[in-house]
């Protein structure tokens, strides 16, 4: 698996990464990637299958230049920024492996993260819900993925130390929630890990075995989808 630690200058350049270095796997059989990055500016990302008006307070957003973007994969609506650090994981698909299919995909990751964050936090950490990691019924991570042909996208997101008052602010309560959640309002159900970024990202190079960076990034390719694709909903 090659590493790619980098984060653009724009978030549709952060989101479209992610996709091209997918359709690339999925076309070219290219290695497997960990790659992290952590925005310095806020926005909203959608769920592919989720509705701004359901899911933002989009006149907040739009009143304090918080954009809102739609990703490639599924999952909930999520407010990022500066305290968050993103993981994304491109891999093979393959009925001999663990990613086989969707659930046996969220097991063997999800799982994976669990046990690298226990040994990191020195604490129990749950599995919730299908994607989400907590502790004491906190969240502090949700991740979704994206599968194609060959290859599959799961990224996801460590809360570390964002401002959880702008999330209450800026989402509204999500249409779908899971059980464990019980109601609570954004501010009672998510925790940051207070934790630096540089720590989380050991304990998972060394969870996925990372050992090389990654060549040949296409920067065209990323710029393109981003002009094209990716642009502010509001």
Not at 19 to 42: G, M, Y
Not at 56 to 72: D, Q
Not at 176 to 181: E, K, L, N, T
């Amino acid at each position: 698996m090659k590493l790619l630690d980098l984060t653009f200058a724009s978030p549709a350049q952060n989101l479209s990464c992610d996709e091209t270095l997918l359709d690339i796997c999925d076309h070219d059989d290219a290695h497997e990637i960990l790659r992290f990055w952590s925005p310095a500016s806020h926005f909203v990302v959608l769920g592919y299958s989720n509705n701004a008006e359901t899911e933002v307070h989009t006149e907040f957003c739009r009143s304090n230049g918080i954009p809102v973007f739609k990703r490639c994969s599924g999952g909930g609506t999520v407010l990022q920024g500066p305290g968050c650090l993103n993981y994304s994981l491109i891999l093979a698909l393959g009925n001999s492996r663990p990613t086989r299919s969707i659930s046996s995909t969220n097991d063997f990751i999800m799982d994976t993260h669990r046990k690298a964050l226990k040994k990191l936090l020195g604490t129990e950490v749950a599995v919730k819900g299908d994607t989400d990691l907590a502790v004491r019924e906190l969240k502090f991570s949700g991740n979704s993925q994206r599968r194609k042909r060959k290859a599959l996208l799961f990224h996801g997101t460590f809360l570390l130390d964002l401002d959880l008052s702008l999330v209450a602010r800026s989402l509204k309560m999500p249409s779908r929630q899971p059980a464990y959640r019980d109601g609570r309002g954004h501010e009672a159900f998510l925790m940051n890990l207070k934790r630096p970024a540089s720590a989380l990202k050991e304990a998972l190079k060394e969870a996925w075995d990372v050992k090389k960076a990654l060549e040949n990034i296409p920067f065209e390719k990323i710029d393109a989808l981003a002009t094209n694709h990716y642009n502010n909903m509001l």
